[in-house]
Every structure is written in C-alpha cells, then in structure tokens.
C-alpha cells in the first residue's frame, strides 16, 4: 500500500508542542468574550431581522449594552430578565430597544438566580434546534448515502443567490458532491450579518441566513432527485466567525471554513478577536455535527510551497488542537493543504505525493480538504487541465477526503457551466479509474518521496518548538506563518474585545461546553 510510516517521536511531540501553544492561548484568553459572541447568544435566543435604521436587531441589543456600560456581563442575563419583566421574547425586546422603547438599563431587576434560570431555558431550546439539524442531517446521509472518494467540491459565485442555486443544481447533477457557496469578497471585514436573500455581490454572494436557507432548500431537493446526498459550504471567518456558525448550525449546512489563524494573517483582524472567536465557533460546529475546513492552503499562495510546506504541517498540528479543545472530533476536523509545488522543478509530482501523503498519515481520521494548483496557472487553458489531472491522480491515489474540483479556466475568467462539466468529468474519471491505485503501490524505501516528507516533518517540529517557546502571540508578530507580521494589538475586530465581569453568564457556551464534554 502506498503510505509513509512517518517518526512516530517525532509526530508525538509535534502534537505535544501544538496542544500546548493551544491551550495557552485558551487559558490565557479564558476571559474574555467579544460583541459577536454576545451577538452569537442574541441570535440563538431568536432576537433576527432589522431595526426600523436597517441595522441588524443582534448588534442593535448588544451596541444597547455597549451603551449602558453592562455588556461585561454578557447579553444573556440582561435579555432574559427583560423577558421576565416584560413578559415578552428575547425578538420582542430587541425590536423594543430598536424602536427606542425599552431600556434594559432601567427596568427592575427579577434577580440573578431567575434570570439565569430563563437564560437557561433559552439556550436550552437553542441547542435543542441545532440537536434537530443534526439528526435531520443523518437521516438524510442513510437515505442518500455518498459513495464516491474523494467527495467532488465545487465552486458557485455568482454573487446572486438564486442564479448561484441555478448552477449549484446544474454542479450536483454533473456529479459534485459538495457545494461552496462563495462568500462576498470583504464580507469577513464587516462586523454584522447581512440580512435576507441577496441578489448582488462581488467575487461571490453574501453569506446570510436567509441564503443558506434557500441552498440548503434546493439541494435537498438535489439529493432526493440525484439519490446522494449534496453538501453544503459556507464561510464562518471573520469578525462575525461564531454567528455565521450559529446561522449555519440553524440551517444545516455542512461544512464551514473555520481557521484559527486565517483570518489573522490573511484579513488582518485582530488576534485576540479571531482566537476567541473561533474557540465558540467551533463549539458550535462540534455541536452541529458540522465539518469545519482549515485555511493552510492560503500559505501556499503567499509563499514557495516547496520552502514552506513545513509551516503548513506546522499550522495544521495548531489548528487540529485548538479544534480538539473546542469539543470537535476527528471525523470533523478538516485540514487543508493544496498542490502548489511549482510544475517547473523536477520530481515536482514526487515532491506533491510527499506532501499529501504526509498529511493523510498524521491526521487518519480526519477528513482532510485537498486544493488544487492555483499559482502556476497562466491562462494557457490546456496546461492548466494537464496540471488538474496531475492533482487529480495524487489525490485519489494518496487518500485525500474532499477533492477542490480545479478549473482549466484558473487565471482567465469565473468558471462557466461548460468549464465545470469538463473539471467534475475529469476529477471522477481520475477517482474511479485509480480507485484502488493506492493499495497496488509502494514507496522505496529511503527514497525521495520517503526524504522529502520526514524534511517537511523535522522542519515542522523546529517550528513548532519555535512557537512554542515565543507564545503564538510573539511568533504572529515576529512572521513566523506565511512572513507575514501581526501585532497582538493590531489589526481589525480589537475593540471588540472586552473583559468578563464577575457575573459574566453566556449558558449557550455552558451548555456546548456540557453536552461536548470539555
């Protein structure tokens, strides 16, 4: 069988190092939350919609707090009690504060033991929603089983939610397996949630509750006619990580991008914000049963792949801790990594094999999302669909889980219906003609595929140590990932940042925390 037996020392300690850089951040981040957490439990206590100004009803409840100097204490206990008093929903108070007709401020006060009772009750019946998901998510799986491996992903963007379901149809049909919908460019750097279904974006459409819930509608429908389940992706990054996921939890989506790093290299938001955001967000992914994909990758298009496949291993070992403390098993730990090593150098598809072949054996269960060339497509449509069908074959024959269809388009314009068909047809032609492939090879022993991997591994250890030994905090602004310099405050998102107060409360993360088991 084709497969490295990596150090097993070696992979031990880089998973000793990455747990504790994780825990550390976590430890020492423990107390504090940020506006789209609190924003996150107005959400799933059904506070949704607009104010009469247009502002989205969860900041308007949380910018109140803001304004009252109570929001150290969490928008929990404030909108329960209001709830009490007024005996209305936690949706009736926010349209309340938005019509200016409340101040949550100035009414009595039921008492902190029965404000946390009704919270409770709340978050409860939140959890109780996204636990129906799931299960609805499974009956779906046994009805319209996926047999198919690596699952087909493919891209929709057109930034028109209803033609995006037009072609997220048309994908399903000619065999994908998953679908992303690609969220708007910039929309990380908002921090609040679009509202309803969305005609207009730009570089893909907004990702927005109402949006989900129409692809979601429409590739159930897929899956019924096509008798396989079609996945659904979506984005839960950025300054509004935990209530994309909260959004997607609520309407079944089933793989969300979910980094703890990306949007802190790539976006520039601040990374107090991004890694306590992300620790909630992938509680809830747990709960949810949702996949989540890591961003390494992104490295790869900033930097040589070849130089630098280590920082991702390194970041992949980071991401797969902090997900691990955030309640989520390996089934739903989705790595990435991508085929980047540039054409041009010799061995150069040895040197692809290595990589993900690597990755494959340090994380088994995990399914691992593999991208396809991007960088070294010029616009020459014929060489980039030979550099697809290289992808292809490694990943089919290396065992990777979620296969990023590649577009012999790349580089020339957004893919059209006829580009796609060519990509799927070629991405299952390699994956059912080398099915078995894997089980018919082997490596020799001390070869170059064998070196280039326990390279990457080694290097991947010496960073880790690195990292480790500075904090993550020192090594973000010191460049270690991608050579590209965070500072701790810096960035977009900081001032979103606040202490907990004593009787700070937020029972929905209580409650992850207890039915995860962390």
């Known amino acids: 069988m084709l497969r490295l037996e990596p150090d097993r020392s070696t992979v031990g300690s880089c998973h000793r190092l990455a747990e504790s850089v994780a825990r550390s951040v976590n430890e020492e981040l423990a107390g504090r939350s940020t506006v ?54 936690p949706a009736e108070v926010a349209e309340k504060i938005a019509a200016k007709k409340v101040d949550l401020g100035s009414l009595p006060w039921h008492g902190t033991e029965a404000c946390r009772a009704k919270a409770g009750k709340l978050a409860a019946a939140a959890l109780e929603r996204i636990k129906d998901r799931r299960l609805e998510r499974q009956e779906l799986l046994n009805a319209y089983p996926v047999h198919g491996s690596p699952w087909l992903y493919v891209i929709v963007a057109t930034g028109d939610i209803h033609e995006d379901i037009i072609q997220a149809r048309m994908a399903a049909a000619q065999g994908a397996d998953v679908i992303a919908v690609i969220r708007s460019t910039g929309q990380s750097l908002l921090d609040y949630v679009p509202h309803g279904a969305t005609r207009e974006g730009y570089g893909g459409t907004y990702a927005t509750q109402e949006n989900f819930r129409l692809m979601r509608e429409a ?34 989506l089933d793989i969300m991008l979910n980094d703890a790093m990306y949007g802190i290299l790539f976006r520039d938001i601040n990374a107090e914000r991004t890694l306590v955001d992300q620790r909630f967000s992938r509680m809830i992914n747990a709960y949810a049963g949702i996949i989540i994909n890591t961003g390494e990758d992104n490295y790869l298009t900033t930097v040589d792949a070849l130089s630098s496949g280590h920082s991702v291993v390194a970041s992949q070992f980071m991401n797969y801790h902090f997900a691990k403390l955030s309640g989520l098993p390996d089934e739903q730990i989705g790595l990435g990594h991508a085929f980047e090593i540039d054409p041009n150098i010799e061995d150069s598809l040895l040197l692809e094999i290595a990589g993900a072949l690597l990755v494959r054996e340090l994380f088994p269960s995990c399914p691992v999302k593999y991208m396809p060339p991007t960088v070294h497509k010029t616009g020459d449509i014929f060489f980039a669909h030979a550099l697809d069908a290289a992808f292809n074959l490694v990943s089919t024959a290396t065992g990777q889980t979620i296969h990023l269809v590649g577009m012999l388009t790349e580089a020339v314009h957004t893919p059209l219906l006829q580009d796609r068909y060519a990509s799927i047809r070629a991405a299952a032609y390699a994956r059912k003609s080398a099915r078995h492939l894997r089980e018919n090879l082997r490596l020799e022993k001390g070869g170059k595929v064998e070196r280039r991997a326990a390279e990457i591994l080694d290097k991947a250890l010496s960073l880790l140590g690195e990292v480790e030994s500075k904090g993550l905090f020192r090594a973000l602004e010191d460049g270690v990932f991608a050579g590209i310099r965070r500072k701790r405050d810096g960035g977009k998102g900081l001032e979103g940042v606040f202490t907990k107060g004593p009787t700070y409360f937020n029972p929905i993360e209580e409650g992850l925390r207890r039915e995860l088991g962390i």
């Open 36 to 89: 789209t957490i609190e924003r996150t439990v107005a959400r799933l206590f059904g506070v949704d919609g607009l104010g009469p100004s247009g502002i989205p009803l969860a900041n308007t409840v949380v910018d109140h707090l803001i304004s009252l100097g109570k929001l150290e204490e969490g928008v929990a206990l404030r909108l329960a009690n209001a709830s009490l008093v007024l005996n209305a929903t």
């Open 219 to 252: 590739l159930d429908e897929e899956s019924k006619r096509l008798g396989r389940y079609i996945r659904l992706v979506n984005y839960c990054s950025g300054l509004c990580m935990p209530e994309i996921a909260a959004m997607g939890a609520l309407e079944r």
